[in-house]
């Protein structure tokens, strides 16, 4: 397996080319200033040619019979001669400063004297061509031959001349150049690692994080501006994770106790299968259970979005269907279920089975809340809202907020398992819907559901 590529290493990386590019960028800046003679700088795109030239006649270099050195020039020289008729070229002793046979003699004479200067370079320009712009260049060069003073006059500009000068350039300042990226690359590999500290302390963090710590967030103190986005991501994401277990264990509770009392129950009628209701109550128990299971399962679908909750719907249809199969559930209960809609569709969107399971739990719990011998009505109106009626004994004003909680009872001896009004409520949530109770006239309560994306009267 490939190892992680170090951020330290690649920063690094990073400046040290930077650096050769505004090595290169500064060579060029210069050539620019120098060519439009601003400030100090004095340059011509001929100057550029030195290089070149200054490496044809070393090049052109030979060691005669008696142990001496002259300018033997190369094809190359000699073509470069006749490509520019000024060019003139020169090499001197760096011992006797006598010039070498084969140097040019308008060259050799011009510089007997100067050339004892000791100096890096010289850029001048003869005395029978007097313009601002030097045209010749000197400098002590090592050879094959050893240290020579190599002069070359009136050389001319070719495109490849600006590599050979960059190069030049690039040799004399070699040893700056490569102290410098040194240093700035030690420097910055020591600051990439200082500044990488508080991520280190993160990752210590978020090693002690596990399913029972979700709560915990990574500190945000000493954070680089830089990562504070990436550390409040990973809160975020932990704050997500923390409500999705939270919402798993929630379900499994839900699960375990609202499937305990039923079960229980029904454990107890098959202790008593004589009972002359025992069928009717039988049947209620398993209707029960099985939308129990169904409600859980498509609660905890919706909330991990996976199923679609844009389905086109017609409330009309859908309840009605839910209501002609509750009702041999009623009769069997002696109950009765009344159902009332307008004539035309009332269309929403939403996930048909949330609203099913929702809307079946409601008429459930209408059915034990009605006297034996009721009537539970259930009526859609043409703005997407629909009600379930009973005529029970209706929820209090101070319990109404508190009846859609998880595990909630009026006491200890009310049956149910305080699970299914809560799950009707997350179902219809999820859904872009909303559900209150109020009294029913006479006695009684009425739950409403409202839907907020209705099309009424459409289909």
């Not at 002590?140 to 500009?157: D, E, H, K, N, W």
């Not at 963090?205 to 399913?211: L, P, Q, V």
């Not at 809160?235 to 509770?253: F, I």
């Not at 109550?281 to 859980?296: H, N, P």
């Amino acid at each position: 397996m490939r190892g992680r590529a170090s951020l330290a290493l690649h920063l690094v990386g990073y400046l040290v080319v930077a650096q050769f590019l505004a090595f290169m960028i500064a060579w060029a800046i210069t050539l620019g200033l120098g060519i439009a003679h601003i400030w100090i700088f004095d340059l011509s795109l001929d100057t550029l040619a030195t290089s070149r030239i200054r490496d044809l006649v070393i090049a052109s270099l030979v060691r005669d019979a008696d142990h001496g050195i002259r300018i033997e020039p190369s094809p190359e020289l000699l073509a470069e001669s006749r490509r520019t008729s000024a060019l003139k070229y020169a090499a001197f002793d760096a011992m006797t400063y006598e010039p070498l046979p084969g140097s040019s003699p308008e060259l050799a004479k011009a510089l007997t004297s100067v050339i004892r200067i000791n100096s890096p370079h010289t850029h001048f320009v003869l005395p029978e061509d007097p313009k601002s712009t030097p045209k010749g260049y000197a400098a002590p060069i090592s050879t094959p031959f050893g240290p020579l003073q190599i002069a070359v006059y009136g050389s001319r500009f070719r495109l490849d001349d600006i590599y050979y000068a960059m190069v030049d350039s690039f040799q004399w300042s070699a040893v700056e150049i490569f102290t410098a990226i040194a240093v700035t690359a030690a420097l910055a590999w020591l600051a990439v690692r200082r500044g990488l500290y508080p991520l280190r302390a993160l990752s210590d963090e978020a090693t002690r994080i596990n399913m029972d710590s979700l709560d915990q967030r990574l500190s945000t103190n000493n954070v680089p501006a830089e990562v504070a986005p990436l550390v409040s991501a990973i809160n975020n994401a932990l704050a997500r994770l923390d409500q999705s277990a939270m919402r798993l264990r929630r379900y499994t509770a839900n699960a375990a106790h609202e499937l305990r009392t039923p079960l229980a129950i029904m454990r107890a009628r098959l202790e008593d299968a004589e009972e002359p209701t025992f069928k009717t109550d039988l049947m209620r128990d398993a209707s029960q259970l099985q939308a129990i299971v169904e409600q859980m399962l498509i609660a905890a679908r919706l909330t991990e979005n996976q199923v679609a909750i844009d389905q086109e719907m017609d409330l009309v249809k859908v309840i009605r269907e839910i209501v002609s199969r509750r009702l041999p559930l009623a009769v069997k209960c002696d109950r009765a279920i009344e159902f009332e809609a307008l004539g035309s569709p009332v269309v929403t969107r939403g996930n048909r089975r949330a609203v099913e399971c929702a809307v079946a739990n409601l008429i459930d719990n209408a059915l034990r809340a009605e006297p034996v011998g009721g009537t539970v009505l259930v009526r859609v109106r043409e703005d997407a809202v629909f009600e379930v009626i009973d005529h029970g004994e209706g929820v209090p004003f101070s319990d109404r907020d508190m009846i859609f909680e998880p595990f909630w009872r009026k006491s200890d001896v009310t049956p149910g398992t305080g699970l299914g009004l809560a799950i009707t409520k997350e179902l219809i949530d999820k859904n872009n819907g909303r559900i209150w109770v109020e009294d029913t006239e006479g006695g009684g309560a009425t739950f409403i559901v409202s839907f907020s994306n209705a099309e009424a009267g459409t289909c």
